[in-house]
């Protein structure tokens, strides 16, 4: 499906229900499932990746599981079903999958006593999991590839013999998610403690009785902050499940202070988000975003269109991602006459750059999403600019944000298919 997109005749002003947060649905879903006597889950996101972790978990006579394109299921359930006493499955995905890699998650998990083979080529999806009762004790993974696999040991540990001591070598990427997991470990009652690099959790049991509580999704949020930045409008984020940070389990609540500084207000009354643009952006964008990655895209796209130069550094995950984000996003602002350059720095890790200066556009933009989300979200908001881009294979957003596309309709976008 490829979408022709024009905006609003009027300035935007409109209201959204933002879906759940899929980084904490998902790894309550692991968890729930790792808890003895726990009820399903009354609330989840609805997308793509929560749909592939939710078929795996309830596919319990299955020999073969095939998880798509949903990397945090393909990374979560590799530890899960090593937990697994007595079943062996075999764990696939897409063609994409096939080229992410996962073997440091499988070096720590037989490190903790797992017996994982690959059916495939060494170090990428498939896998053949043979569950068993892991021991646990101490690992060590590097932190610098992707905060997913030390996610993924850790919502296994407390069903570990000896519990989990887990050691987590070099630069640490997306911090804020390794977080978000210990904190939803705790909800339900694991022992879990971390100091500098290293992360303790005691044998022991979930707790059934203690809620999982869901957040609105930051992620999601995040691209109506961009919508506000390039429209000049206001945006209503309905309902107070849009934790404010300092409060929220999500590191991508920095999009609120990050968004500050690309010339968007929030302000917060009566359990509603008020998103409204003024006029005081930086003039220049420098920052480290390995925190969080995922709100690359969109600032990325912002800082383009509003004409202001940026230097993002820490962006090596950015490589593993749906597509290769770097490459993806350097090869579609081009469409708009903005060349980036990506460098390595031994201190900052992978950076972007651009120097403010614009080439002519050829024609009006027809951007690739390269399979991956993020990709289809961000450039969306060009048609604020551009009126008539087209979005090409829209319908990746189903992924994380299905309702993406019609919450544009409603915000006054007119968006067609076309050939």
């Known amino acids: 499906m490829n979408l022709r997109i024009t905006p609003p005749d009027n300035i935007l002003e409109t209201r959204v229900a933002l879906p759940l947060s899929k980084s904490i649905s998902n790894r309550q879903l692991i968890i729930n499932a790792l808890t003895p006597g726990a009820s399903p889950l009354k609330e989840t996101a609805k997308c793509d990746d929560t749909d592939a972790m939710t078929a795996a978990l309830a596919a319990t006579d299955a020999d073969e599981i095939n998880i798509g394109a949903a990397g945090t299921a393909m990374r979560f359930l590799t530890a899960y079903f090593a937990t697994r006493e007595g079943r062996t ?69 407390p069903t570990m013999t000896e519990g989990l001591r887990l050691t987590l070598e070099g630069e640490i990427m997306s911090l804020p998610y390794i977080k978000m997991t210990l904190s939803l470990m705790e909800q339900r009652g694991a022992d879990v403690d971390m100091e500098g690099n290293v992360i303790t959790v005691r044998p022991g049991s ?99 269109m509003l004409g ?23 090869r579609e602002l081009t469409k708009i006459g903005v060349r980036v350059e990506i460098t390595p720095d031994l201190l900052h890790g992978l950076t972007m750059s651009w120097d403010g200066r614009r080439h002519p556009m050829i024609e009006t933009p027809e951007f690739d999403t390269y399979e991956d989300h993020r990709m289809a979200m961000s450039l969306a908001p060009v048609a604020a600019y551009i009126p008539g881009i087209v979005i090409r294979d829209a319908g990746v957003v189903s992924k994380s944000y299905p309702g993406y596309w019609e919450a544009l309709r409603e915000a006054g976008f007119t968006i067609e298919e076309t050939d």
């Open 89 to 157: 499955v075999t764990l696939d995905g897409s063609e994409r999958m096939r080229h992410r890699p996962i073997g440091p998650l499988v070096d720590a998990l037989r490190a903790a006593g797992a017996e994982i083979a690959y059916a495939g080529e060494e170090g990428f999806p498939p896998l053949r999991i043979t569950g068993r009762n892991l021991t646990g004790g101490d690992v060590a993974i590097s932190a610098s590839v992707s905060s997913q696999y030390i996610s993924a040991l850790l919502m296994a540990a």
């Open 308 to 330: 202001i130069p940026f230097t993002i550094s820490g962006l090596d995950s950015l490589r593993i991602k749906e597509t290769d984000r770097l490459d993806a996003l350097s």
């Open 206 to 304: 979930y707790d059934a009785t203690a809620p999982l509580t869901p957040e609105a999704d930051w992620s999601a949020a995040s691209f109506w902050y961009e919508i506000t930045a390039l429209t000049g409008g206001w945006v209503t984020v309905d309902g107070d499940n849009l934790a404010a940070p300092g409060r929220s389990l999500q590191g991508d609540s920095a999009c609120e202070a990050i968004f500050g500084r690309l010339g968007v207000t929030t302000t917060r009354d009566e359990g509603m988000t008020e998103l409204s643009a003024n006029p005081d952006a930086d003039a220049r964008f420098d920052t480290d975003m390995r925190a969080t990655p995922d709100l690359v895209q969109p600032v990325v796209v912002t800082c383009a």
